[in-house]
């Protein structure tokens, strides 16, 4: 798989997979606001530098749920 194929995989497919398509599986407006944001790409970041790429953000249900470190150069 490429990385934007794995990404996909868990995000829209896996939301398509279990029917909530509609309401998840994307960032979009009426869609659920869940989301985690890490320090790196994870389309174009090497394999061991996405392993260990902190936390940057995290929101549930349109909520901030953490907060971490920012990433290299941020």
């Known amino acids: 798989l490429t990385p934007l194929q794995a990404l996909e995989g868990c995000t829209s497919h896996a939301a398509a997979a279990a029917g909530e398509a509609a309401v998840t599986g994307r960032i979009a407006p009426g869609r659920r606001a ?3 944001a890490l320090s790196v790409d994870p389309v174009h970041a090497p394999g061991d530098e996405l392993t260990d790429a902190p ?17 290299p150069g941020r």
């Open 34 to 36: 869940d989301l985690t």
């Open 55 to 71: 936390v940057v953000l995290t929101v549930t249900g349109g909520r901030v749920t953490h907060r971490g470190p920012a990433g």
